[in-house]
Every structure is written in structure tokens, then in C-alpha cells.
């Protein structure tokens, strides 16, 4: 009875060991190649006529090499490049990438870490190419979107040529900075070059203002120049009508123009009351006074 209960024991676990040999599951985020002795011989979730679920396999002499068939992110180590203006610059940049033909990637990479190398070659090489025909400034900002546009061209492009059996998704610029041994001087330069326009923006801010004032002094000295003229003209011609209308006044009553001026004199000679004349009584000066207690 136990030597029946050991050669079931033997059959079942030979069953066991059948069947794990025999059968496999591929998850549908998953694409497997099936190898018979080395050598691929199909490809299961890859294309739509073959999908995921249990699958079998010859035991013993076929096995299975699972694949991701999902998008898959390569960060690639950081590179120093020269810009077009010849600014070092230390770029992180990454790549988003899908398996697309998983024969192909098998027979050229044959597995992840081989992939990950070629392609972090392939970036880096493509970053140096394009960026070191763009200045520092378009790098980190002016023209980053276009950069990288033509970096994912300059990729996929070079990974096609190179049957890597993958698809370029993107490419990434994550960090653009200044090596730590040229910060210092680039910031210095930065700040001189900032003082240096500062200088410059002062310097034609004070020719403006000069150039305002004079303007201003020269339209008030022709606004008072004007005015002076006017004022002097218009006085010129007030003179004129008054000397005018004395004269006619002259001739149509002599002894009342005699006393009018008489008492223009007497007011500019007596008004500010601290002029002393020395007359004799019977002077004309007086005539229009009277004397004694009746005078008026």
C-alpha cells in the first residue's frame, strides 16, 4: 500500500512538473517570446491575433522571455555639453520609450540592461548633437519645447537605424544648470553685466532729464521774452492813446490840461509826504494855491 501511495506520489508530482513546463501566463501588460533551443520562434501579445492568457509551450525544450508592453521611462545620467555660445552646461534629461517590435529588441538587446546602455547612448549623443548648436539661453528657456522636438526626432531616428525594435515616446530635459566650478564666475559676470546696463540705463535717464530742463528753460525764456514784448507793446500803445487824448483834451481846453498837469505834479512831488522843496510863494508852481484862512 505505500510503495501504491509513493508511485502516485512520483506520477503526480511528474504531473506538476509537466504541466509547469508546459504551461504559462502572459498578462495582458505583458508580450512574451516563446525560444525553442535558443531561437525565437513566436511572439505571444503582441499583435491582436495572439492576446494574453494561458498559453502552453513544448516542456523542456521551449521557454518563455517576458517583455513590458507598457510605456517604459529611461533617466539618463547627467551630461556636460557646450552650448553654441560656449556656456557649460549640466543637462538630467529622460526618455519615455515602448517596446514595439519584441523580436527585434530580443535579437539586437537581448535583455533590459543592454537596452537601457544603447539607449542612454543614443540620448546622449542626440543632446549633444542638438544642443550644442543652440545657445545656454535657448536651452533653459527661450527655445526648450522646440529643442526637444527635434532631440525626440534625432532619437527615434537613430534607434530606427539601429533596429532597436523600440518606439521613442519623448524626450525630456529635466535639469539644465551650470557646472559648480563655473557658477561663481557666471554669476559675477552676470552681476557686472546687470550693473554695466543698470550704468547705462542711468546715463541716458540723466541726458533726458538735462535735455528736458534745457527744453523747459527755453520755452520759459521765450514765454517771458513774448510776454515782455507784448507787455511793452501793449504799454507802447496805452502811452500813445494817452498822450493822444491829452492832446486833443490840450487843445480843446489849454487852462484846464495846465491844471491837470499841475496837480500831477503836485502829487508826485508831495505824495510820499517826505520831499522838501524849497519855493519862493509867487512861484507858478503855486498859482493854483491860495493863501490864508479861506484857502480851499
Do not use: C, H
Amino acid at each position: 500500500m505505500s510503495r501504491r501511495l509513493v508511485l502516485l506520489a512520483v506520477a503526480a508530482f511528474g504531473v506538476l512538473v509537466l504541466a509547469a513546463n508546459t504551461l504559462f501566463v502572459v498578462d495582458q501588460r505583458e508580450q512574451a517570446i516563446v525560444l525553442r533551443l535558443g531561437e525565437p520562434v513566436r511572439v505571444i501579445n503582441a499583435t491582436k491575433d495572439s492576446g494574453p492568457g494561458l498559453k502552453m509551450k513544448v516542456p523542456f525544450i521551449e521557454n518563455v522571455i517576458k517583455l513590458d508592453k507598457r510605456n517604459l521611462a529611461l533617466e539618463a545620467d547627467q551630461e556636460e555639453i557646450i552650448a553654441a555660445d560656449q556656456e557649460r552646461l549640466v543637462v538630467d534629461a529622460f526618455v519615455r520609450y515602448r517596446i514595439s517590435s519584441p523580436l527585434q529588441y530580443y535579437r539586437t538587446l537581448r535583455d533590459e540592461r543592454i537596452a537601457s546602455d544603447r539607449l542612454e547612448r543614443l540620448v546622449n549623443s542626440s543632446l549633444r548633437q542638438v544642443l550644442g548648436s543652440a545657445t545656454s539661453n535657448d536651452i533653459v528657456s527661450g527655445k526648450r519645447g522646440e529643442l526637444m522636438a527635434q532631440a525626440k526626432t534625432d532619437v527615434a531616428q537613430r534607434a530606427a537605424a539601429s533596429q532597436l525594435g523600440i518606439t521613442v515616446i519623448d524626450v525630456r530635459i529635466k535639469r539644465a544648470d551650470l557646472p559648480a566650478a563655473n557658477q561663481a564666475a557666471v554669476y559675477r559676470r552676470m552681476k557686472t553685466s546687470r550693473e554695466q546696463e543698470a550704468a547705462q540705463i542711468r546715463a541716458v535717464g540723466e541726458q533726458q532729464k538735462r535735455e528736458i530742463i534745457a527744453a523747459a528753460d527755453k520755452e520759459v525764456a521765450i514765454t517771458l521774452a513774448t510776454a515782455t514784448e507784448e507787455g511793452e507793446k501793449t504799454r507802447g500803445e496805452g502811452d500813445a492813446q494817452r498822450t493822444r487824448i491829452f492832446a486833443q483834451s490840450f487843445g480843446k481846453d489849454p487852462g484846464f490840461a495846465a491844471f491837470y498837469r499841475s496837480m500831477q505834479a503836485y502829487e508826485a512831488s508831495f505824495g510820499d509826504g517826505g520831499t522838501t522843496m524849497v519855493l519862493s510863494p509867487d512861484s507858478d508852481f503855486f498859482k493854483y494855491f491860495e493863501r490864508g484862512p479861506s484857502a480851499r
